[in-house]
């Protein structure tokens, strides 16, 4: 959001109204800035942001379901934080297995992450030599 205030416009030869004189500034105003914003996509669909992992197998990577573009000024500090959901022994391709919350300035956004592949429960045997 840019905020900007217009004052002591006084009609000229030029700007025979108070209020082209205003619409002129503004305008100049929109301009000095417009040149300095970038969109930029923070993170892309499909982007691995984690993994999940077990004892008894590798687990699969954390992919964002969606994606965050912002547009800003360029030095926006972001941050990500990855907060994991509980998750059974069996993780099935698809199922969300995280939360990315996205802080871009003072912009929160969340994004699921789901599995990017299936992953089995602990077998029988494993179990049974872990006692």
């Not at 108070?18 to 970038?38: F, K, M, T, W, Y």
Request: zero cysteines; aromatic letters at 2%; charged letters at 10%.
């Amino acid at each position: 959001m840019i905020v900007g205030v217009v004052l002591g416009v006084r009609a000229t030869s030029a700007q025979p109204s108070e209020l082209a004189g205003v619409i002129s500034a503004v305008g100049n105003l929109l301009g000095s800035v417009g040149g300095d914003l970038e969109h930029a996509e923070v993170v892309r669909p499909g982007a691995v942001l984690g993994s999940v992992s077990s004892a008894w197998t590798a687990g699969p990577a954390a992919v964002a379901a969606t994606g965050v573009s912002v547009t800003g000024w360029p030095g926006t500090p972001v941050t990500v934080t990855v907060t994991p959901r509980p998750l059974g022994h069996a993780i099935s391709q698809g199922q969300p297995v995280a939360r990315a919350t996205v802080t871009i300035g003072g912009e929160v956004s969340h994004i699921t992450l789901d599995a990017s592949q299936g992953a089995p429960a602990p077998s029988v045997r494993w179990l049974l030599t872990r006692l």
